[in-house]
């Protein structure tokens, strides 16, 4: 494997870390969730969590696509992902870290989407921008929804 390919491998492996991430944030968000605008928000973090995970699993594959093992593992994701956040206890916590997880995927995305490029993996640069549209869209919503 080259240099370039597994700069493009590690990338992906971070991707999926920090989507594991979020996936189990925004899963516990949907359980744990009250008030006012529990019905909206319940449906809303249900939806993300869903594509989350079936995003879990396009990425996984495309990295071993790639000739690499796919982390299979809770410890290997959450190492990848970084540090865990703190529980949100109240609606307007929950949505103001979930804008943060977002903020944050996105922009590993971006970098990702650099480094599949200088690998000419153009086919992992087209799944992680498609990744990338939806998380920018989320982000409106919920930015939107806070103001």
Known sequence: MTAASQKNTNSLKSVLGETFRLYVQTHGYHWNVEGPSFRQLHVLFEEQYQNLWGALDEI???????GAHAPGSVAELMALAGPEDATAQSSDEMISKLITGHEVLAETLRAAIETSGEAGDEVSAGILTDRLEWH??????MKASTR
């Not at 996984?60 to 790639?66: D, L, V």
């Not at 920018?136 to 919503?141: G, R, S, V």
């Open 60 to 66: 996984a594959e495309r990295i071993r696509t790639q």
């Open 136 to 141: 920018e869209k989320e982000l409106w919503m």
